[in-house]
């Protein structure tokens, strides 16, 4: 009871394209698209890694202990 389904959010959404238009919406999109866009560039995160990894792998060197009792 508190949550609305998939079928509200597309009435939703079908009454806010009706109000503002698709222009207008489409609009809006690329606007905040941009502004992300450029808040990543400002703060420095490639868009390229931007699901977490980074471009430049790093490298661990582990060297590994003989564990075997004598």
């Known amino acids: 009871m508190g949550s609305l389904s998939i079928g509200h959010w597309l009435i939703v959404l079908a009454i806010v ?13 690329s606007d905040l698209g ?3 866009k450029s808040f990543k560039e400002g703060v420095g995160v490639d868009s390229t890694s931007a699901s977490g990894a980074t471009s430049s792998p790093t490298t661990v060197d582990v060297q590994a202990k003989d564990v075997t009792a004598r």
């Open 17 to 29: 394209a009706l109000v503002f238009g698709t222009k207008k919406l489409r609009t809006v999109g």
């Open 34 to 36: 941009g502004a992300v």
